[in-house]
């Protein structure tokens, strides 16, 4: 399994931070965090453009702001995240080759050339299924997702 994160796609960047925390950081308002209020938490850091792809593999907006720290609190609000990505994971599996092939071609620089069409379905599928699984263990465990945006 290889999921694409910032040592994959080293050259990809900005970077969105998923992290799980105990608490909160309940920021205010057109605020933005410390990297030390949150960092031990980070479980993965999303390129902009892997956010991207996504996006034009499956034909929707990103659920959430990429430009803002969005936190989710309640077991709801994560299990519907953690679905979001999860339905993106299935859009992709039914997506054709040829849109896959095209969006491939961006990360000529840091995923490896000879891989598949069908690998790096595979990768991307399996990436959003690894952030949905972090995001269902933080409901079961009670803890808060954030999202640190660029």
Not at 46 to 55: I, P, V
């Amino acid at each position: 399994m290889t999921v694409l994160n910032k040592e994959i796609l080293y050259d990809s960047g900005p970077y969105i931070e998923f992290t799980c925390l105990k608490q909160p950081l309940l920021i205010p308002e057109n605020d933005w965090p410390s990297k030390d209020l949150y960092s031990t938490g980070t479980f993965f850091e999303l390129a902009d453009s892997l956010l991207d792809t996504y996006c034009t593999i499956t034909k929707q907006y990103s659920f959430f702001d990429l430009y803002e720290v969005t936190e989710y609190t309640t077991p709801a609000e994560l299990f519907k995240l953690a679905t979001s990505f999860i339905e993106w994971a299935a859009l992709i599996a039914l997506t054709d080759d040829p849109k896959i092939l095209r969006e491939k071609s961006f990360y000529r620089e840091s995923y490896p050339a000879n891989a598949s069409i069908t690998e790096f379905r595979c990768d991307l599928i399996e990436t959003l299924l690894f952030i949905s699984g972090k995001i269902i263990e933080s409901a079961r465990n009670e803890h808060t997702i954030t999202i640190v945006g660029i």
